[in-house]
């Protein structure tokens, strides 16, 4: 269990025992949780399984009736809650609510659309067989081993927690060790919510890297996992060892293009919203710009003079918070760096925008496209402009990267054009970030930014197995095709039979 509290005392040195959960504005402690071991671990997956089949045997209808049941709570306890994620995540108050909603959202999608997404599913069976029925059917994986982030610590694992429910499955959650009490809300939530339900359907387990590996040596079913690239493959690396499946979602070096028709003010609210959001910690968030000639000069006035105007801070009226992961303070430090010595001028911002708690937004254009302030995720509040000719130029640049997560056009005209020649796995037409607030549409990654996908009925699929089942209607005398007693004649008549129907295409 965890042990909520607040203390203006320093937070305890970590130890494998205990984990200190710490307000990343203040250092304040907000809590300490215990570390589960790799046995603790085990055991926590075997009671989840035993749970499973509970949850499995309920139906769609019934599992929907329980998850709406959370959704409400999570309503009535939003105030709450934000407060929760303001303090552990930094966030401010405001921007931790939309993250609630928009993970409320998509509960609420994945209970009501799981019945249909995952019905059989009738098939043809052919000519060959025509005596036979086929049907697809979609039966729950078991239990799911989630692994969420620290950056959108309820959104984001919520792709995976909501939809694996919904689709008959137990979960078994390992929280970022910057956000655990966040993650441990969310646990106890849906069992308060459902006090009739049996325990163990969703759980957490606590720690650090060395729990999460545990999770996924644990003998779960699927492991789902959000981080970076780096830590994604040492997942995929691990649970090659048992054939344990993946999905990833990694990181992202998510590019906007404005193209010469665009509204450029539209163009410049948003982009500094998706840049500068959340400390730019978002793995869909802009990282890098490419604007057209024509418009450039004018793009570049309209967003350095709205992103001038943000502010970090802890307060009600600050425009961001505090870099939640004090490690990616240094990293982002450095892209600075490189950028500026890679031939790019900062018009907002600097080296000296780097404090230490806080970032204070950074704009560099003309960078180089080879330093690593354009080619490295960066996940802060900086953002990288370049002017380019055409829109040939920009799409071609901005697929020169070894990511594929999301991406942003802004075009009147050819927003769909441009949007279909990009590398990505999500596009926002004139808006950043739209696709996320939308549940029927699958969300994941190309290249380094993962495989699979959460959200929409291919994230329900995810979390699923398809059960091939053929069956046999009545027999067909003479014809039998699977069998000893097959005649010489079925054998010619399925020659003349294939003739006419392949035997054409010349």
């Not at 049941?69 to 994620?85: C, K, M, P």
């Not at 928009?102 to 052919?126: C, D, F, S, T, Y």
């Not at 370049?386 to 901005?398: D, F, G, H, Q």
Request: contains cysteine; charged residues 20%.
């Amino acid at each position: 269990m965890s042990t909520p509290k607040t203390t203006k005392e320093p937070a305890p040195a970590q130890q494998a025992s205990a984990l200190a959960s710490v307000n990343p504005a203040t250092g304040d402690v907000i809590a300490v949780h215990s570390v589960q071991t790799p046995a603790e671990v085990n055991a926590a997956v075997e009671r989840a399984r035993e749970a499973a089949a509970t949850w499995r045997d309920l139906g769609f209808d019934e599992r929907k009736k329980y998850l709406l049941r959370w959704v409400t709570y999570l309503l009535d306890h939003a105030e709450q809650f934000s407060d929760l994620i303001h303090a552990e995540n930094g966030k401010p108050r405001d921007d931790a609510y939309l993250e609630l909603v928009l993970a409320v959202e998509h509960v609420a999608w994945a209970a009501k659309h799981a019945k249909k997404a995952l019905a059989p599913k009738k098939v043809k069976p052919g000519v060959l067989m025509a005596n036979f029925s086929a049907v697809v059917e979609q039966r729950p994986l078991g239990v799911v081993g989630v692994i969420g982030p620290w950056n959108y610590p309820v959104y984001t694992p919520m792709g995976s927690i909501a939809y694996a429910l919904a689709a008959g499955n137990a979960v078994v959650f390992k929280p970022s060790e910057y956000t655990t009490t966040v993650g441990n809300y969310l646990a106890d939530s849906f069992r308060l919510a459902n006090p009739g339900l049996r325990n163990n359907i969703f759980t957490t387990v606590n720690g650090y890297g060395e729990t999460g590996a545990a999770l996924v040596k644990s003998g779960v079913d699927k492991i789902a996992f959000t981080g970076s690239t780096a830590t994604g493959k040492r997942i995929m690396a691990t649970a090659a060892e048992s054939l344990t499946p993946v999905l990833l979602e990694c990181g992202g070096k998510d590019a906007a293009i404005v193209a010469a028709d665009a509204d450029v003010k539209a163009a410049a609210d948003a982009i500094a919203f998706g840049a500068m959001a959340n400390s730019g910690q978002t793995c869909v968030g802009v990282e890098r710009v490419y604007v057209e000639k024509a418009v450039a000069d004018e793009f570049i006035r309209e967003i350095r003079t709205i992103i001038s105007g943000l502010t970090p801070g802890e307060g009600p009226d600050s425009s961001y918070g505090p870099m939640t992961m004090p490690a990616q303070i240094d990293i982002v430090r450095k892209h600075i760096a490189d950028a500026i010595e890679h031939g790019g001028t900062a018009i907002v911002g600097g080296l000296d925008s780097v404090k230490e708690r806080f970032i204070e937004p950074v704009v560099i254009v003309d960078a180089d496209e080879s330093s690593a302030a354009v080619q490295e995720e960066t996940f802060g509040p900086t953002l990288t402009i370049r002017t380019v000719k055409s829109v040939s130029e920009a799409i071609r640049l901005a697929n020169a990267s070894k990511y594929g997560l999301a991406s942003t056009v802004y075009s009147k005209k050819q927003g769909l054009e441009i949007a279909r020649q990009l590398r990505a796995g999500a596009t926002s037409i004139n808006s950043v970030l739209g696709f996320a607030a939308i549940p029927a549409l699958p969300f994941g990654g190309v290249g380094e930014s993962g495989i699979g996908r959460i959200h929409g009925e291919p994230g329900l699929k995810e979390f699923t197995r398809p059960h091939a089942i053929a069956s046999q209607r009545f027999a067909l005398p003479g014809m039998a095709l699977l069998s000893f007693k097959r005649s010489k004649m079925t054998t010619v008549i399925v020659k003349k039979a294939m003739k006419v129907l392949h035997g054409r295409y010349k």
